[in-house]
C-alpha cells in the first residue's frame, strides 16, 4: 500500500504570514493532486503535478512536485483568511491501480487569522 | 451545470435500519466514486464505478452496497446501519482519459446513526 503523508496536520498563522505544507511518500507516484476543502463542502482540485521537479504557480500558491516523484509542497504567500480549509494531497499509484483510484493525505487544517 | 450532487445533505438513522444516498453528475464522466471521510482518517474509498453496470470494491467496502443503473448516478445503500458508519460520506467522478486523476466531489452527507 502506498501511503501519502501530510505535514504537519495542523497550521494556525495570521494573516499575510507564509506556510508551507507538506506531502511524502516512500513510493513513487506518477502524478499528484491537490485540493482544498472547506468546511461544510467537499474537496475542490487545484492543481495537478506531473513531472519531477515540477513547479506550478496559481495566484499565491506554489506548488512543487519532488524530483523523484515522491513528494510534493504547497506554499502560500501572504496567507488570507478565504484560504482557510483543509489541504489534501492525493496521487495516483504506481503501477496504475484499478479503476484509476487515488491514494488521498490525511490533511492538513490550515486556519489564516485576521 | 451542477456538477456532482448528493442528496440528502444530512441524515439521521437508528442502529439497523436502512438508506440509500444519491450522487448524481452531468459531466458526462464514466469513472464515480464513494468516500467516507472520519476526523483523523482522511477520505478512505469504499466502493467505486468505472461505466454503467459496473461497481467493485474499494478500501473499506463492508456493510455497503452500490448501483450503478445510469452512467449519471451512483447510489450507495447501508442495509443495517451500524454507529460505526457515522461519518460524513462524499461522492466523486472523474473522465477515464488522462484526466482520470482528477476527481470532482459532490458536497456530501453527513450521516449519524444512533
Known amino acids: 500500500t502506498q501511503l501519502l503523508e501530510q505535514s504537519p496536520q495542523f497550521l494556525s498563522i495570521q494573516e499575510g504570514e507564509n506556510l508551507t505544507v507538506y506531502c511524502n511518500s516512500s513510493?513513487?507516484?506518477?502524478?499528484l493532486q491537490w485540493y482544498r476543502q472547506e468546511p461544510g463542502e467537499g474537496p475542490v482540485l487545484l492543481v495537478t503535478v506531473v513531472t519531477g521537479g515540477e513547479v506550478k504557480k496559481l495566484k499565491r500558491l506554489t506548488f512543487q512536485f519532488g524530483d523523484a516523484r515522491k513528494d510534493s509542497s504547497l506554499h502560500i504567500t501572504a496567507a488570507q483568511p478565504g484560504d482557510t480549509g483543509l489541504y489534501l494531497c492525493a496521487g495516483p499509484p504506481f503501477p496504475k491501480a484499478a479503476g484509476n483510484k487515488l491514494t488521498f493525505g490525511g490533511g492538513t487544517r490550515v486556519l489564516v487569522k485576521p | 451545470n451542477a456538477g456532482v450532487t448528493q442528496t440528502p445533505k444530512f441524515r439521521v438513522l437508528k442502529t439497523g435500519q436502512s438508506m440509500t444516498l444519491l450522487c448524481a453528475q452531468d459531466?458526462?464522466?464514466?469513472?464515480m466514486y464513494w468516500y467516507r471521510q472520519d476526523p483523523g482518517m482522511g477520505l478512505r474509498l469504499i466502493h467505486y464505478s468505472v461505466g454503467e453496470g459496473t461497481t467493485a470494491k474499494g478500501e473499506v467496502p463492508d456493510g455497503y452496497n452500490v448501483s450503478r443503473l445510469k452512467k449519471q448516478n451512483f447510489l450507495l445503500g447501508l442495509e443495517s446501519a451500524a454507529p460505526s458508519q457515522t461519518s460524513v460520506y462524499f461522492c466523486?467522478?472523474?473522465?477515464?482519459?488522462?484526466?482520470?486523476?482528477?476527481?470532482?466531489f459532490g458536497p456530501g452527507t453527513r450521516l449519524t446513526v444512533t
Open positions: 466523486a467522478s472523474s473522465f477515464r482519459d488522462w484526466r482520470s486523476y482528477e476527481q470532482y
Open positions: 459531466m458526462n464522466h464514466e469513472y
Open positions: 513510493s513513487v507516484f506518477s502524478s
